[in-house]
């Protein structure tokens, strides 16, 4: 069984600039998040998906990050404009629905680099 | 803001030894889960205890749970060099959402 794809797994931008991340969910899983992890922390939760709902995004900085889940599978992350302190991994997970009775399976993260 | 927090914050043993990580948490939860993470890897889910069991086993690992303290233990047991990453505990609260705390690095010397 296929996990969580993500890509780009790294990437590097001058600040200001826009980034998008990428997510494909492991197939059946209706609930997704996206989480931001900074060096030496766990990760923290930005949004959550059910299907192609956002039932919470009370921590997504709404000035500059937007989310999307089309058709309720894949989902992008975008920053626009990218500033010095999101430098960070930005992990994206999915699980069956039940959201807080079930494990979550973590993608391998992406890990981007604002200079 | 995270609201876990793990102890130590570091821990190197030998292989072949026990190794023992505690969590604390401020509120109420429905259950408590640890996931590991390798470097440069993504967290992979360990065990999940709910509120209302004690002590849950998993092969080499044992998770205690105190509610009452409000607090968690994972227990390793015969580590092994490949056991070396970040372990984190993670709690859902009334909320639903799953809480992080900072993590613990294991190393195990081989």
């Known amino acids: 069984e296929a996990g969580v794809v993500q890509s780009p797994r790294y990437k590097i931008i001058e600040k200001k600039q826009p980034v998008a991340f990428w997510c494909n969910p492991i197939?059946?899983?209706?609930?997704l998040y996206w989480y931001l992890q900074n060096l030496g922390q766990g990760p923290e939760l930005l949004i959550r998906?059910?299907?192609?709902?956002?039932?919470?995004d009370s921590q997504l900085p709404k000035d500059r990050f937007s989310a999307e889940r089309l058709k309720g599978v894949d989902s992008t992350l975008k920053i626009q404009p990218a500033e010095l302190g999101d430098s960070a991994v930005y992990l994206c997970?999915?699980?069956?629905?039940?959201?807080?009775?079930?494990?979550?399976?973590f993608g391998p993260g992406t890990r981007l680099t604002v200079l | 803001s995270q609201q876990g927090e793990e102890d130590p914050q570091a821990l190197s043993i030998q292989e072949g030894e026990n190794a023992t990580m505690n969590c604390s948490y401020k509120?109420?939860?429905?259950?408590l889960q640890w996931y590991r993470q390798n470097s440069g890897r993504g967290l992979v889910h360990l065990i999940l205890?709910?509120?209302?069991?004690r002590e849950k086993h998993s092969g080499r690992l044992r998770v205690t749970l105190d509610t009452s303290k409000k607090s968690s233990s994972l227990l390793i047991t015969a580590s092994r060099a490949a056991d070396t990453a970040s372990y984190f505990c993670?709690?859902?609260?009334?909320?639903?959402?799953?809480?992080f705390g900072k993590g613990i690095t294991l190393s195990v010397r081989p």
């Open positions: 998906y059910e299907n192609e709902e956002a039932v919470d």
């Open positions: 197939s059946g899983h209706n609930t």
């Open positions: 993670a709690n859902t609260g009334a909320n639903s959402k799953l809480t």
């Open positions: 205890i709910r509120s209302n069991e």
């Open positions: 997970a999915s699980s069956l629905e039940g959201f807080s009775a079930n494990e979550q399976f």
């Open positions: 509120t109420s939860i429905n259950n």
